[in-house]
């Protein structure tokens, strides 16, 4: 049986189990992004960044928003570009806290006993250190990464995780922060919302039709009633 508080009005399904996604999600590091890139595009002579122009413009894969900034790959290749990025991001990525309510949030679901699974495109073993950092491992029953840092998507290694849960995916329910995290639930056939605040602007959620939150504390009012 599932448990009260958290078959929502605006979800089709009991919500049986949570599938989060991380950067821009539970992590918010939509500034240091906005801060590296504006030190890679200064660098190549290109116009900077404002945190508004880059959640309107990033997407997956990421190699497109590259292209969309004006990167010249028969000057310096992407895979060079995408490392220099990551190498100065992972120096500072400590300085990047979890989205307010985050942790709550984990725990009521826990405490609830749905289970949890960390999916990301971000590098396996860079996101198991974060985890490790901010001591949420015992939250996820699963963390599920990217075997490189380029950041290609997630909807395989989505696909294959379901596939193995024997589970009907339709009581599975997505959080993310970017129409990338909605296509990869409409793939699996999951449930999805999406919070602001992350990696993409208001109006791109919004085209998607999902249901959308503010911040990720006020789609955990949502979907845990206070009094559940």
């Known amino acids: 049986m599932t448990p009260p508080g958290l078959h929502p009005a605006f979800l089709a399904h009991p919500v049986r189990r949570v599938i989060w996604d991380w950067n821009g999600t539970l992590f918010d590091d939509a500034w240091l992004c906005v801060d590296v890139m504006n030190e890679l595009l200064a660098e190549h002579g290109l116009p900077a960044l404002t ?15 590259y292209r969309r900034l004006g990167f010249d790959f028969t000057r310096t290749s992407f ?10 991001y992972e120096a500072r990525k400590t300085s990047c806290h979890l989205h307010a309510g985050a942790r709550d949030l984990l725990r009521a679901l826990q405490q609830r006993g749905i289970p949890q699974v960390l999916l990301s495109a971000y590098q396996q073993h860079t996101l198991d250190e974060l985890v490790a950092h901010f001591e949420l491992a015992s939250f996820f029953e699963a963390v599920l990464g990217h075997p490189d840092h380029y950041a290609s998507g997630k909807a395989e290694r989505a696909a294959h995780w379901a596939a193995q849960t024997q589970e009907d995916p339709a009581t599975f329910l997505f959080i ?10 409409q793939e699996i056939g999951a449930q999805c919302l999406l919070v ?25 009012q949502a979907l845990i009633r206070p009094h559940a």
Do not use: C, M, W
């Open 196 to 220: 602001d605040g992350g990696n993409q602007n208001h109006q791109r959620l919004a085209a998607s039709g999902l249901p959308l939150f503010a911040s990720l504390q006020a789609a955990g």
């Open 176 to 185: 993310g922060d970017t129409v990338h995290d909605a296509a990869v639930a």
């Open 79 to 88: 895979e060079k570009l995408g490392t220099t990025f990551i190498q100065r």
């Open 51 to 65: 945190l508004a122009r880059y959640q309107e413009v990033f997407d997956f894969p990421v190699v497109d928003y």
